[in-house]
């Protein structure tokens, strides 16, 4: 399908909201924009001013209870993700979901990321999760899980750096980017002393990618890497790099969230269609109160449409 596929996510969180908000403040041609979910669901939410074409999700959740975690709603979260999957279109933007729903009802993934990995990746590709707000990067070496359960190998690191030079050079049109890698431990481990996560892995992975031609750095101390980065993004400059790679969740979305706030787009690389998201969750708190600012989704919606 040549449009971009939007799905609207949890029916008792945000999504649908968000969605008729950010479409229609963009006013994307009607013609560019599939939306996947359901009319009773969207018009719960509110009105679009442009008649998008909907796809059914065949599963309809009993009830639109906003703010509830319910086993229906997770059903209905992961069905129209599949859907979105199915229908192979130019690329994908999806509104937040909960895992405890999806869970609820069977689907035991830790995000939304792992389910597009399952219906769309071939030959052994990998989902990688990297983050943008504007020219401020990151890229998560490992995705949704506890840190007790965070282990990483050379090899694993060296092939996802590659990959994502890959999708910087075509998709971005950043030739040769720039990498700075975060040390696993407190000061990059202090030679061995804190960790040795930096001299058993990621120092050595560094020396195999360099040799290749890859512009990374040995792993700098996490708490003041991104300085320069934040300093940067205010001014509206370029950084001295065009990626910072992170070992972990928080590590890496704590400074660019923390800077760019709702313009962090969560970026679904290394499958054949590039996925986008708002960095935000399904704010249940204010779900149905039509107070939910819609930024986030129109930021990803806008990076779809960029990385076509």
């Not at 609207?8 to 479409?23: F, R, S």
């Not at 990067?137 to 690191?157: G, P, S």
């Not at 804190?194 to 560094?206: K, M, N, R, S, Y």
């Amino acid at each position: 399908m040549n449009k971009i596929a939007i799905t609207t996510g949890d029916p008792n969180g945000i999504g649908a909201e968000i969605t008729i908000k950010a479409l229609n403040k963009l006013k994307i041609d009607s013609d560019k924009v599939v939306i996947i979910s359901n009319k009773e669901v969207l018009n719960y939410y509110g009105k679009l001013d442009i008649p998008y074409e909907i796809i059914e999700c065949t599963y309809l959740a009993k009830d639109i209870i906003p703010g509830a975690i319910t086993q229906e709603a997770g059903e209905f979260s992961y069905q129209i993700l599949k859907k979105a999957c199915e229908i192979r279109p130019k690329a994908i933007v999806t509104a937040p979901t909960a895992k405890k729903a999806m869970h609820l009802a069977g689907h035991f993934y830790n995000g939304q990321t792992e389910v597009l990995q399952k219906f769309l990746a071939k030959w052994n590709q990998q989902a990688e999760m990297l983050f943008i707000a504007d020219n401020f990067r990151v890229l998560l070496l490992t995705r949704h899980c506890a840190l007790k359960d965070i282990h990483l190998t050379k090899d694993e690191i060296i092939t996802k750096i590659k990959n994502t030079v890959k999708v910087f050079e075509d998709k971005l049109g950043i030739k040769n980017p720039k990498f700075a890698l975060c040390g696993f431990n407190p000061h990059a481990g202090e030679n061995g002393i804190l960790g040795g996560e930096e001299t058993d892995i990621l120092i050595p992975a560094v020396k195999k990618l360099n040799e290749k031609g890859i512009n990374i750095t040995l792993p700098q101390p996490a708490d003041t890497l991104f300085v320069n980065a934040a300093k940067n993004y205010f001014k509206g400059t370029k950084d001295e790099f065009d990626c910072y790679i992170a070992n972990y969740h928080d590590q890496g979305l704590i400074p660019i969230k923390t800077v760019a706030g709702m313009n962090t787009v969560n970026t679904t690389i290394g499958l054949d269609i590039i996925r986008t998201s708002p960095g935000h969750g399904t704010a249940f708190d204010i779900a149905g109160k039509n107070i939910a600012n819609p930024d986030g989704m129109v930021a990803a919606i806008k990076q779809a449409e960029k990385l076509l």
